[in-house]
């Protein structure tokens, strides 16, 4: 389990300080995949360095498995890393090593020996499909394959977490969505606890359980992915699972309503049944259906009538339904 209790962190500059993490309290379950997510500057990676004390924090405490980490020393810090993966963005990986040798690095660092090391290197790039390029260069490899090297030499000390730093941004959507099944089925398969941080919510959609939204330093709504994105509290939330970017919002002047849809209503014709009963056609502005925890979730926006007796008569229609929805402003 980690712990994140009253956790700030603050960079001082010549002449200001910079307030990058402002009280954080989280916790992080065993066997988890829990994102992290904001836009840039939010302060998310520097929350996640603070995991393993790669960033130490101002003030607060970080705890693992029960243990304040901020009060150990270097030698007990040391062992406590080997228990925790980080993969990142740009891969990171050594272009001198060999694709198993950049997965024995961390092994050699540890004192274990080449030939066991290497035992250990093998079963990992079958894991993460790269048996074959073993003895390949990253330069010869695609950016999802050089990811798939970073992930088999995050496993390699058979860590109990793992940090995934913007692991996929650098990726196109199909490799991400690749990078990302690899990443459930480690989680499942090896019981490992990943924390993953981004700024796009359709990772968190396809991999998290759960989710904390950070914003100006502060994190500002968690809970089970479906919930926040069903019902997302704040702003922030709302602008990265309903972005005004890429929809149709601005060709409706008018009154709107956000509709959400749960998977128990997921296949019913309620919006035709609403037209038909009110008498009135609504404008679809927005639509988004997912698939999450086994269940189908959706959102809606719709603009209202210009009619305000027409647009009334909808708003009536919703109050008597069964359907979450309120309206945009």
């Known amino acids: 389990m980690i712990e994140f209790r ?12 910079i307030v990058a993490l402002e009280d954080i309290n989280l916790t992080i379950n065993d ?44 030698k007990s810090l040391l ?13 990171n990986l050594l272009d001198q090593r060999s694709v ?17 090391a290497r035992v250990r290197a093998m079963e990992l790039l079958e894991i993460v499909g790269l048996k074959d390029r073993a ?37 196109d959507p199909n490799t991400t969505r690749s990078i990302l099944d690899l990443l459930k089925e480690i989680n499942k398969t090896m019981g490992v606890t990943i924390v993953v941080i981004t700024h796009e919510m359709k990772v968190i ?7 904390a939204v950070l914003d100006k330093s502060k994190i500002v709504e968690e809970g089970d992915v479906k919930e926040v994105f069903i019902n997302p509290i704040s702003d922030i939330a709302k602008e990265l699972i309903l972005p005004k970017e890429g929809n149709n919002f601005g060709i409706h002047k008018g009154r709107k309503v956000r509709l959400t849809f749960r ?14 009963e009110c008498k009135t ?22 603009g209202l009538p210009d009619d305000e007796k027409e647009a009334e008569r909808i708003i009536a229609w919703l109050k008597n339904s069964s359907i979450e929805w309120q309206e945009e402003v």
């Open 6 to 17: 009253h956790l700030s962190k603050t960079y001082k500059t010549a002449d200001k300080e």
């Open 31 to 74: 066997g988890e995949i829990y994102g992290i997510i904001g836009l840039s500057g939010a302060g998310k990676s520097t929350l996640v360095r603070c995991i393993n004390l790669l960033e130490k924090p101002t003030s607060g405490k970080v705890f693992i498995d029960g243990k304040d980490i901020t009060i150990l020393d270097n």
């Open 79 to 91: 062992e406590l890393r080997r228990t925790i993966g980080m993969i990142f963005q740009g891969f």
């Open 100 to 116: 198993i040798r950049n997965v024995t690095f961390p092994l050699e660092v540890s004192g274990v020996s080449m030939d066991r």
């Open 135 to 171: 003895n390949s260069y990253p330069s010869q490899l695609s950016g999802g394959q050089k990811q798939r090297v970073a992930i088999a030499r995050a496993l390699a000390t058979n860590p109990k977490y793992l940090l995934c730093d913007e692991a996929t941004s650098a990726l």
């Open 205 to 211: 959609e396809q991999i998290c359980d759960k989710v």
């Open 263 to 276: 998977s128990e209503y997921s296949g019913k014709p309620l919006i035709s049944a609403m037209v038909l």
């Open 281 to 302: 056609s609504v404008n679809i502005l927005f639509a988004d259906t997912k698939e999450m925890d086994g269940g189908i979730y959706g959102h809606m926006v719709i």
